[in-house]
């Protein structure tokens, strides 16, 4: 494992993307993949770069696209349309316009089709905690998931965050419908480590907790059985309905590259309707709650979502941000050219 700074890994992120994006662009992204890194988030960080690389070449995102297109709204409900463009720059305008409907009617949905891979689903909820805002967001994606009751994939591991503004520090849940994330997974194959519990099947149909045999057969189970099945399912109908995207059937299986996922965005202004001060009280009350809990193994206690975001930022400002070798080699050769 490497360590790198922040402005060293946004440097060469930024040298790597200038081949498809205008260099005020390229930074941005650049510093989104990073910033992901920063906060703890390795697998959809720079890990993600490399495939996100592949993902341009092959098309299945259109870097000529960088911002979204307004489609139709009703109030402070909208759809917007992303014309298969860069991801996570169409989301955090995505994320700016819901925060800005939600300061003017108190509560906003903006449902967003036909978006390429966002990354880090709590990064929205994120900009919106931090204007002050609770947010929900979620995606979904194409059918790297099987469904309960069977052994093919047939849903998305679609993510979701919840975000929560707190003045000692947002809060944020970000969560796919899998025990593992698949980037997390490739971590961990990268590493050479297994999992705790079997949370897919190897290329034969048997439950394995090898990470590296779930990559090759592409068949991850969803968390808590049918519960988050069900989960999967009603999001995926949720996001493409109201956005009349694309679900995850028509995005199809992960062999067929992913392409087009439908996204919802949704923010609500507690402070329009409630007193922010007694609110922050209220919140605070709990984190020390559960903090103050024993802890079942002597080490590991209880920890409100994101509550430690802060320190693993300042951690990895201080002492680099770890990245495999593998992956750091991929970003230094497209930096290269």
Known sequence: MLHVTYDEAVAAMTAGLLRYLPEDKARRFAEIFAGNSLDGVYSHGMNRYPRYLSDMDKGLCDRTVTQAERVSGFGALEVWDAHFGVGPLIAEQVTCRAIDLAREHGIACVALRNNSHWLRAGRYGLMMADAG???ICFTNTCMNLVAYGTTEPSTGNNPITLAVPRRAGSLVMDMAVSQYAFGKLEIMAQEGKMLDTPCGYDTEGNLTCDPREINRSKLMMPMALWKGSALSIMLDLMAASLSLGRT??????PGDGEKGMSQVFICLNPA????AGEMDAQIERTVAFLSALPPKDGVHGVHAPGE???????????EGIPVTEETWQKITDAAKG
């Open 248 to 253: 995850s059937l028509d995005i199809g299986r």
């Open 272 to 275: 329009a309707v409630v007193d």
């Open 308 to 318: 430690n975001l802060a320190a693993t930022r300042q951690r990895n400002l201080r």
């Open 133 to 135: 805002m609770m947010g």
